[in-house]
């Protein structure tokens, strides 16, 4: 019986140690990209983040000594997604109540799912050929509205689907007893379903909102870009992401400067957004 | 094999034998089933019901389970036919008119024949939004007649005394015996003519069933009430008249008797009922 | 018998048992589905009509230059020449590299943070960490990869340029950016899909399997590596297929850091290019029908490769999380 107290075999100790240090080593070799990146957009872009960048638009290319900022960016940006919710939220919503409360599993309604999952694996650039050539091409030019709809092919997979998967988690016997009151199709689904299913829609509305933010290789060659304000949805438009591209290849240090500065604000409105998906759907894990 | 019911059984509509209560009028049928049958798709899951349920009066529906007595209970406002391929044979009648023909309003039907759920069910919203849901599904009454309404409702559901003071509040933070009687309080208000319970007690505590129960008691002096029950001292307590349901050994739920409860539960004439009731199996 | 019946509270509207129904309720039902239905059809189009509309502004392209389109060399838009061999070429082997180095660590982070080799408090910060990864946008990676990881890795590829120019994938001169460093952006923004996907085929394997092994003396490790790994195993090669599907249609970080050189070698330090980086880059100017078609016609190619390595993955991924 002595041996049930005996040691682990070195050979043994050494594989499991060399394993852990390698498991350890490589995850951290994933967050270092993530901390550094995090750490050089706020060294670098912080201080550039002045109330300039939030009124003014960009300073011709070399000039100094004059006010520079983004705000053009900021809007387009902000316009843009706008237009993308405006079109993806409603009809993202409306097919996944189509898929979860009438058609379930039906032969349509899987070709439906399969299509909007095909969708999602569609990569960005080829959203914006497609926006380039529904929009761009007819009407001969670059517009916030062509940068708009391609946003919007981006979030739609991600708000119907996740839609769904909230729809469905509502009980069942929510929907019979709504039904069992006399309740008809359309009032037990907006009243009780939708109603119940609200923050998980939220979340997922929100998340979706934060990917559009962020996407600048829809916006290269549908919106184009600006140094100037908006003039109207058929005209280019700047944006956060695209002007982090532009100036980030451009020789002139003012502009590196703000495509870092640009890069704090998109960062952070990307991270804020998620947070608060998140922080949306743990507060009404509360309530039963 | 369990002789089935058979057109039409002669306690069933025997006014006299089987009024539970000397001195009464004799009971009136609010519900018809006639040789129901119950199919999921191709596979026939209850065979060949006939039953009358009396208005004003408690019938309990009791039997060993897996017999179909929540797929019958099902078929009596349709709503079995929204969560599952269920559909009938035979004739479902509602103070004479049957609630299968083409062109029934299933909405109407169902204000007329509510239900109470096995695991309560309110809404995600306040006391006083679950007990409006109903009425405000066709009406839009001043807020007054809508006060008074829910009220009312929540004292036939003798829920009134402890939330009067708490209305708005949420109607998931509830005991589960309030819970319940908050479905109550709800299907209630859109004064249905039946009110179909399954198993509503299963999910609740003894105290909480003991207030059902009582509730019960005065619940039918204004509304019909059919209960499922695997309970059987439960439905000899709050009935007057129960059906017994068993399967064959098909595995096919058919009605093996009804009557007076008294009768089912001290002189049943089949003896696979006086088997349940003894306590044999189930 | 109505008397009987007469509800007992009268401010709510008489009805007749069963009235038939009233075309109102009907239509109001009817609508609502049949506006739902309308918008599932309208979202199901899309794809098609994506692929068609590529299709067909690709044809002046297709037409002229058929399959050979694929493995040509040449791309000078003056001459109207337009071959996809070298952004095929870059946007795979970029692909490669970064599947080769996403692949160890996405497993790495996936076992810790489902299996009890740390304190569990640890896993689900960590989980969110490499998760956050995924949010950072395209660009700001980019944005960092050419500011920040270029500079920093330049002595590391002069390293592999000085000592082990012997070996054909090292053997040029380097500059900063490369297919390189186009692979180590790309496996930087993979690993959490990696890791994610994985982490949960860990998570749906049976703990009997684990107990099994336990049972028969085997240590954390032992089980994980020589029992539930080989279990998870077809699941990771589903992770890695999506994964490997996103890698093919990103843009930014790679268009930043690649050189965007229309050259093909088969050395690792040269700079080169990819099918989305060249759209990126070419798209904004092009005006030619033939030039505008050579480009739809490579995002048709990116298009259809990418939905059938997304289609792949899914059917593994789908079939090892249902069977475990």
Same mark, same amino acid.
């Given at each position: 019986m002595s041996d049930l107290y005996a040691p682990l075999p070195p050979s043994k100790k050494l594989f499991n140690a060399a394993m852990s240090v390698t498991a350890f080593a490589l995850s951290a070799l994933a967050l270092i990209p993530l901390l550094a990146m995090l750490w050089a957009i706020l060294s670098k872009g912080v201080p550039h983040l002045t109330a300039d960048v939030f009124t003014q638009l960009p300073a011709?290319?070399?000039?100094?000594d004059v006010p520079s900022g983004f705000a053009n960016a900021i809007i387009g940006t902000g316009v843009m997604v706008a237009i993308a919710a405006g079109l993806s939220l409603p009809l993202g919503i409306l097919t996944a109540i189509y898929l979860s409360e009438f058609g379930k599993n039906s032969t349509f309604a899987s070709g439906v799912r399969m299509l909007v999952t095909i969708l999602s694996a569609a990569p960005s650039i080829v959203v914006g050929v497609f926006a380039y050539g529904v929009f761009v091409l007819p009407l001969k030019g670059f517009s916030a509205l062509a940068g708009g709809f391609a946003l919007s092919v981006i979030m739609l997979p991600i708000v119907t689907l996740a839609t769904e998967e909230s729809l469905k988690l509502v009980p069942n016997a929510q929907r019979l007893a709504s039904a069992a009151l006399g309740a008809g199709y359309g009032r037990t689904t907006l009243r009780i379903v939708l109603a119940r299913a609200f923050p998980g829609i939220l979340t997922s509305s929100l998340l979706a909102i934060a990917r559009a933010a962020g996407e600048t290789a829809p916006l290269i060659f549908t919106a184009l870009f600006s140094q100037n304000w908006l003039e109207g949805l058929l005209g280019p438009s700047a944006s956060l992401s695209v002007l982090i591209y532009n100036y980030a290849s451009s020789p002139f240090v003012d502009q590196n400067n703000l495509a870092w500065a640009a890069a704090v604000m998109l960062v952070g409105i990307v991270v804020f957004t998620n947070l608060l998906a998140r922080w949306v759907t743990r507060n009404r894990q509360t309530t039963r | 094999m369990l002789p089935s019911s058979n057109p039409? /059984?002669?306690?069933?509509?025997?006014p006299s034998s089987a009024a539970p209560n000397e001195g009464e009028q004799p009971p009136i049928p609010v519900m018809h089933v006639q040789d129901l049958s119950c199919f999921y798709g191709r596979h026939?899951?209850?065979?060949g019901v006939y039953m009358d349920i009396y208005e004003k009066h408690v019938t309990a529906i009791i039997g /060993?389970?897996?017999?179909?007595k929540s797929t019958f209970l099902k078929t009596l406002n349709r709503i079995g036919e929204m969560e599952s391929d269920l559909r009938i044979q035979g004739r479902v009648e509602l103070l004479g008119k049957n609630i299968y023909a083409k062109g029934t309003n299933l909405n109407q039907l169902r204000r007329q024949v509510g239900m109470i759920f096995q695991q309560p069910n309110p809404f995600a919203m306040s006391i006083y939004d679950n007990v409006a849901y109903g009425i405000r599904t066709v009406s839009r009454p001043s807020r007054s007649v809508l006060d008074d309404a829910v009220e009312s409702a929540l004292r036939s559901a003798a829920l009134w005394d402890e939330v009067k003071d708490n209305l708005n509040q949420s109607g998931l933070d509830l005991s589960g015996g309030q819970q319940q009687r908050l479905c109550i309080a709800r299907a209630l208000a859109v004064n249905p003519k039946v009110l179909l319970m399954d198993e509503p007690c299963s999910a609740l505590d003894p105290i909480a069933t003991m207030k059902i129960e009582a509730l019960l008691h005065e619940l039918k002096n204004k509304v019909t009430i059919v209960i499922v029950t695997h309970n059987m001292q439960q439905a000899s307590r709050v009935s007057e008249y129960t059906a017994f349901f068993s399967t064959d050994e098909h595995r096919i739920g058919q009605l093996v008797e009804f009557g007076a409860t008294s009768q089912i539960f001290l002189e049943a004439e089949q003896p696979s009922t006086r088997d349940y009731v003894a306590g044999r199996f189930g | 018998m109505t008397e009987a019946l007469e509800p007992t509270q009268s401010n709510l509207p008489q009805r007749s048992p069963v009235p038939t129904e009233s075309w109102v309720s009907q239509f109001g039902d009817g609508g609502f589905r049949g506006i739902s239905f309308l918008a599932a059809l309208l979202t199901a189009s899309i794809p098609f009509w994506m692929c068609l509309l590529i299709f067909k502004d690709a044809q002046p392209a297709i037409a002229k230059f058929g399959l050979a389109f694929v493995w040509t060399q040449e791309w000078n838009i003056d001459q109207s020449l337009f071959g996809a061999l070298p952004y095929i070429y870059g946007t795979l082997v970029s692909s490669a590299i970064a599947l080769f180095l996403a692949l160890p660590i996405g497993v790495a982070v996936a076992i810790v943070t489902s299996e009890?080799?740390?304190?569990?408090?640890?896993q689900t910060p960590i989980a969110f960490l490499v998760e956050l990864i995924a949010a950072i946008p395209s660009v700001i990676v980019g944005l960092w990869g050419r500011f920040i990881l270029i500079p920093a890795l330049e002595p590391f590829q002069q390293f592999l340029y000085s000592h082990f120019k012997w070996i054909p994938i090292f053997n040029t001169q380097p500059f900063g950016p490369s297919m390189l460093m186009a692979g180590v952006v790309l496996a930087i923004m993979i690993v959490p899909t990696i890791a994610a996907i994985s982490r949960e085929v860990f998570l749906a394997i049976s703990q009997d399997l684990r107990n099994g092994a336990f049972a028969l003396g085997a240590t954390q490790w032992e089980s994980i590596m020589f029992i539930t790994l080989p279990a998870a195993a077809s699941g990771i090669f589903g992770a890695a297929s999506l994964a490997l599907g996103r890698a093919l249609g990103e843009t930014m970080a790679v268009t930043m850091v690649i050189g965007n050189v229309n050259e093909i070698s088969t050395s690792l330090l040269n700079p080169g290019n990819s099918i989305p980086a060249l759209l990126a880059n070419q798209f904004g100017e092009a005006s030619d029908p033939l030039h505008v078609g050579a480009l739809m016609y490579l995002a048709l190619l990116l298009f259809l490769v990418t939905l059938a390595v997304n289609a792949i993955a899914a059917v593994l991924v789908r079939a090892l999380t249902r069977n475990a």
């Open positions: 011709p290319a070399g000039m100094k | 039409p /059984p002669s306690n069933s509509l025997a026939k899951a209850v065979e /060993p389970s897996g017999c179909g | 009890k080799v740390l304190p569990e408090g640890l």
